[in-house]
């Protein structure tokens, strides 16, 4: 596929595809405690633009989430960086933990797929901002060299901002 950085379908195509790639971003609640973004794997789906993330009932994130929760995940790649904005809710959806159980979530949940403190969050999706390095690594240092000797923003990408509806 091409991509045209104009065109916000490609760009969210884009991002959901590197999500699902790699997977591990980082989450974090929006006013609320825990400060600070926690490392979690998502599991993407696309047609209702959700991210879903394992996690202990027990955990800090989970117990600062009560019924639902401003949040943030934080998406970082060398060529493309991404912060989503929405909601996360607790919900216990066996289905969907039977679907997504794999080994890398088995290797972090040593009590297993039937442990009674292991729950889903569901994130949706309510916006997005989204950076794509259209420079390969040599244009970038050019760019950066250029941009210290003219004291002009580097050329080294674009950045969309996506709405989820």
Not at 78 to 103: F, K, L, S
Not at 143 to 156: F, G, Q, W
Request: glycine content about 8%; overall charge negative.
């Amino acid at each position: 596929m091409s991509l045209d950085t104009r065109n916000p379908a490609d760009v969210e195509h884009l991002l959901w595809d590197e999500i699902e790639r790699r997977q591990v971003g980082m989450l974090m609640l929006v006013g609320g405690a825990p400060r600070h973004a926690h490392p979690m794997t998502a599991f993407v789906e696309r047609d209702h633009r959700q991210l879903w993330f394992f996690a202990d009932t027990a955990s800090e994130i989970v117990q600062g989430i009560g019924v639902g929760q401003a949040a943030m995940f934080v998406w970082q790649q060398p060529d493309i960086q991404a912060c989503i904005g929405g909601q996360v809710t607790v919900e216990h959806d066996r289905g969907r933990m039977d679907r997504y159980w794999n080994a890398v979530v088995a290797a972090r949940q040593p009590r297993g797929r039937q442990d009674p403190r292991l729950t889903l969050l569901r994130f949706d999706c309510e916006d997005a901002l989204v950076w794509i390095s259209t420079a390969g690594p040599m244009r970038t240092v050019w760019e950066i060299a250029k941009a210290t000797a003219t004291h002009r923003p580097p050329d080294v990408g674009v950045n969309a901002h996506l709405t989820f509806h």
